[in-house]
């Protein structure tokens, strides 16, 4: 057969074979045969070794150290050593390696993009054309951070050792999400890439002795999961920063708990894609190409569950079929392929086997080319219920699955009737809607008219079991440090003892809970006797129970109406409670002098003033438009966690307390507070403030009772969305553990003491009460 001439080319617009070389990939490949782990500046001798695959021809690419337990220590001790001196640097020289290892990445990035998809199957217009040009823009963008951290971010310090494992759908750039801002920040990093693809972060280890990055700052351990689990128990590692599945997040989260490491998470999703009847059908069409078969669904964010208007559905599915059917699957070098190879023949047996046992709906593959090996058609399949097991569960495949609505309010509650909640995209013509939507849609991200737009500046990352805290922007860089001051360990506050002889008061005082804006008996029908110092009994405080945090938590879900009040209009309820507090600072400076033996009035006036404060709080904590690259704005958003569960500190019974409920509130949550367990009376006290103050009925709810019997049902709670401990009673392992159950976020003082008087600093908690959500809204015609 001759080869068509150039005419018959243009008449037909066929497209032929358009194969990337890969001599300079595998000349680099045959330079090392085998791969130790990069520690200290070096690679080390291979140990034990297995194959790294390339998954588009089954063919061994390279041979990679299996890493063990006296591995990773030694990468740790590596990264202990080095970060001193990494941490004591100035931003500006931080920044000039951070840029240099940008510009590395730029010189190289036809070697990087090409051992990317030989290692992970990925088109090579994908890592060639987003994947690397997108590693470059975050060390670009996290030299500028360290550039400025010094001035904008003042009282703050590096965490120390970050460990840091990720997942094979993205491999460089999810280093780069890690490395970047763990360098900015100064600390030193210990990584263990993927099991199927640790190529690319071994090269940019090599590249790195370029850059001028001191030995021991990044270090990475290759392995299996047990590596993984090797940095994550390490003890000397103070931080670790994960992307992959929700199960394992989940592991990670029971494994961590009580141990003092920070943590972010950033997991599974099922996000929706949803098209109203208004929407330009064929750029949404496209769009969800992009959102479902980019890297062949192996995104954490993909657009796989759709969700379209009812009037459009027939059409839509029509054009949307026409277009699968022209997609073009096979060697992945080839820059004329759209979808490239599955990672793994374990991962295209799970995803076959997803498909293969589903009962519900109509499935359409692709009528395309399917390449024999790791390959699997573009899927659709529609006429699915919410129910349906492939509506909630994610496949991480090319497989799109897809049900109908009729109204703006009935597409809100189906994009949120799923556990996740990482990203999601709306297609309008009409604006008003699409962000009428956007805020309603419970996603750490969301995309208006576009799909999968990425960048350094602008903070990724889920809520609900997508996981916790955000890559990129300033938000990101927090997660790697922590406040300078110091903490001492926390002694148990204990009640006072009733004296040898009791003397009955006149006027039987209880004091009851507080949930849903009524005082009401606590469910077990047991209370305790409060003492003061010299004997006197002040009354008594309910046992709360594990039925009263049910009742608790059903009240604040009932007034989530709160979260769409104005900013103003909490602060000003704010105001009014400062305000009744005031009027009776008497009073409660007596009742703290009776709990305590203390003169109360510090506290009493410090209280009033923390209320003032997150009042002015209240409209003030903004967001932020990001400066990205797009014709468009990406909006950061400050929104409310949600519920709210707290174990207020034993040692400040109103302050404490009030340091707690007001931030959370002057952002729009709702709370349950456990106040102080042998100073409860203050709190009891204090409702009777807010009966008077405006405040809606289950914005604050207040359960007295054992700190350690009730943190349990307070972490464990589906419908609690964040977790804080103050407690004198360390209960921080408990409740990190519960939390898994749903990846809440938690705050916990492991133990640590707080000077409530002076040691606070309002953007802390009004971050920690806080999510920022970030939506993409391009324009233009």
Known sequence: MTNPTVREIFDSMAYGPAPESNAEVLAWLSKHKAFGHWIDGAFTKPGATFESKNPATDKPLALITQGSAADVDAAVKAARSAQPKWAKLPGHARAKVLYALARLVQKHSRLLAVLETMDNGKPIRESRDIDIPLVARHFYYHAGLAQLIDTELPGQEPLGVCGAVIPWNFPLLMLAWKVAPALAAGNTVVLKPAEYTPLTALLFAELSREAGLPKGVLNIVTGDGDTGAAVVNHAGVNKIAFTGSTAVGRKIREATAGSGKALTLELGGKSPYIVFDDADIDSAIEGLVDAIWFNQGQVCCAGSRLLIQEGIADRFYEKLKRRMDGLRLGDPLDKCIDVGAIVDPVQLATIKGLVETNQDGETYHAACDVPEGCFYPPTLITGLSAASTLMQEEIFGPVLVAMTFRTPSEAVELANNTKYGLAATIWSENINLALDVAPKIKAGVVWVNATNLFDAAAGFGGVRESGFGREGGWEGLIAYLKPTHTTKPLSPVKPFEPPAVIEASSIDRTAKLYIAGKQARPDGGYSQPIWSPKGKLLGHAGLGNRKDIRNAVEAAHAAKAWAKTTAHTRAQILYYIAENLSARAAEFANRLRDLTGKSGEAEVEAAIARLFSYAAWADKFDGAVKSVPLRGVALAMNEPCGVIGA????????????????????????????????FPLAATDFYQVLDTSDLPAGVVNIVTGSHAELAKPLAGHRDIDAV???????????????SAGNIKRTWVNNGQSRDWI???DARTFLRAATEVKTIWVPFGE
């Open 758 to 760: 002076t040691e606070i």
């Open 647 to 678: 174990l207020c500190p034993d040692d400040a019974p109103l302050l404490g307390l009030i340091s707690i409920m007001a931030p959370a509130i002057a952002m729009g949550n709702t709370c349950i507070l456990v106040p102080s367990e042998p």
């Open 724 to 738: 804080w401990s103050f407690s004198s009673t360390n209960l921080s392992t408990l409740i990190e553990k519960e």
